[in-house]
């Protein structure tokens, strides 16, 4: 029973003494202040430049910068990688206003063998295996709409048949930033305005029709390579933590969940993603400005944030609208 108390005690100061450590750092440090060269992965994420969006690659330390699609006319926004490093799933846009059209496709990862998914579709996540890709269709397939829980079932593309599946469940509705956990069996999404919820977190059922909330309060939960934890943005300028744990419901408890990092009034952090050994976080800040994917962000850079400590810094500088990175794992 001693032995329990005292552990118990050592874990909560633990805990505090991060949540203090990470309240100090409410705006980038200087990029010389970490050393990210040391991180061995890349990243890529999407950008604005001379009037196109576009999926870029770079280094973790900010070198290397190379865009990978490089169009005129068309929008490439939202990129998720392959568990494997070898593949980017994205969105591609055509048009403009209301006759804009959203589809999804994947290329490789220098860029090349590009091919179409699934029209009029959104929000991709690889499984953990690479078999699968869950994605949404857009909620109406004659009016665009940028808002990203505009969106209409839950579907899965094989990725070895090249053929798309329907989610069991067909009263799925208005889910955005789907993610699945480490043992395939559950989609994340945050879900608002949609089956019986105002917005809430939610885990649904890979094979099945059951759903149930993750209890946090926020969006955009994603869980880390090992699946023992997940951040979220608890609004638009913080980020929290807590240990995860699938066997129970909800599978995060009130009590463990801590502040990461929380920015300054008339700024905002989005768009949180683990590195593949769980020890880093890539997410995006700048001046207060749209989040949504396509949505315009003057002066958004992509920073990368120490898990242990809460230090973080940008690594782009341009401001370019720098939005939804993601980590490229080591290829298999």
Known sequence: MFNKLVFSAILTISILSIDVMARNYSKPLPEKSMNLKKIPYKLVYESFQNGNWDIHIINADGTGERNLTNTSGIHELYPKVSPNGREVCFVADRGEGRNRKRDL?????????RRLISKNSRQPAWSPD?????F??????RRF???????KGLYLYNTQREKIEKHPNSRLEHLYNLAWTVDGKYITATVLGGMGYRHTNIAIERNGKRYFRLGIIGCRPESNAKGNRIAWGRNDREFRMA?????RRPPVSQKSKRRFIKVKKGYEIY???WSPDDKFVAFTYGPKAEQKVGGMAPGWNICIGEVATGKW??????????KEPDWIPEKK
């Not at 709409?145 to 969106?151: C, P």
């Not at 240990?243 to 066997?247: G, S």
């Open 105 to 113: 496709y994947v290329m490789d990862i220098d860029g090349t063998n």
């Open 145 to 151: 709409s940028m808002e990203s829980w505009s969106t």
């Open 271 to 273: 768009h949180i993603d």
């Open 136 to 141: 949404v269709k857009a909620e109406s397939s």
């Open 313 to 322: 810094t940008m690594i782009t500088s341009d401001g370019n609208h720098n």
């Open 243 to 247: 240990p995860l744990n699938m066997k």
């Open 130 to 134: 690479g078999k699968y890709i869950a």
